[in-house]
């Protein structure tokens, strides 16, 4: 029976993006590559809660998350620890600290709920938070949860085996970020990619392969 593998995508991730690297990987790994949901407004916790019930038929597996992914991946694998075999966060979100663009972001949301339609838009371009633009009204209401999360507790809390794969060049997710979380989760590896940005896993499409597979088959 081949490792199952789980992927959690990112934000405004199209799942057709995963398709080369998931082709390449079911060669050897049964893959399972979820939409996250936008029925309903949750927070990083309620989608962990909605992940496990989604896999509990599942013998432990392997988790992988990408950006908004991999900070869901980190609360689920320090809520659900016999559920998870080994971890791999691929630019992960989940460090949250003090910055200009954070610092205006929440406040710019609730200014803003009674504005004018037209001037929106420009407004949060203007700060860079372009997924909030193209994000319907539940995702702007669960992007407003998820961005108070800090998820540095739950980091220490993690035991197995974690891969952090990163881009030297990641402007979402930064470097530090990932040098961060190395010193938080106590059995972690962290692998840059130089000149590599946020997103790895489709234009690192078979270096991104070949490292995940080495760390599954790694002991």
């Known amino acids: 029976m081949l490792p199952t593998l789980v992927i ?12 080369p690297l998931k082709s390449l990987l079911s060669k050897k790994l049964h893959v399972i590559l979820p939409r996250l949901p936008e029925d309903k407004v949750r927070n990083t916790a309620a989608y962990s809660d909605w992940l496990f019930q989604k896999t509990k038929k599942l013998p432990p597996f392997i988790l992988l998350g990408h950006s908004f992914g991999g900070q869901l991946a980190i609360d689920f694998a320090a809520r ?9 966060l691929l630019a992960s979100a989940g460090i949250r600290r003090p910055s200009v663009k954070s610092a205006l972001f929440l406040p710019l949301a609730k200014l803003l709920k009674f504005a004018p339609l037209k001037f929106k838009p420009l407004a949060y371009r203007a ?7 193209k994000a319907g009204p539940i ?17 220490k809390k993690i035991i197995v085996p974690t891969l952090l794969l990163w881009g030297e ?13 190395q010193t938080l989760i106590p059995n972690s590896q962290l692998i ?3 000149g590599g940005r946020h997103g790895l896993p489709f234009t690192h499409v078979r270096q991104v392969k070949e490292k995940i597979l080495w760390f ?3 002991k």
């Open 216 to 218: 599954i088959g790694s």
């Open 8 to 19: 959690l995508h990112g934000w405004g991730s199209n799942l057709s993006c995963w398709q």
């Open 127 to 133: 700060i860079g938070a372009t997924d909030y633009v």
């Open 192 to 194: 840059i990619f130089p």
């Open 139 to 155: 995702m702007k209401e669960t992007m407003k949860l998820i961005l108070r999360d800090d998820q540095q507790t739950n980091l």
């Open 169 to 181: 060049h990641d402007r979402y997710t930064p470097l530090s970020d990932g040098r961060l979380i």
């Open 80 to 88: 659900y620890p016999g559920r998870v075999k080994k971890l791999i």
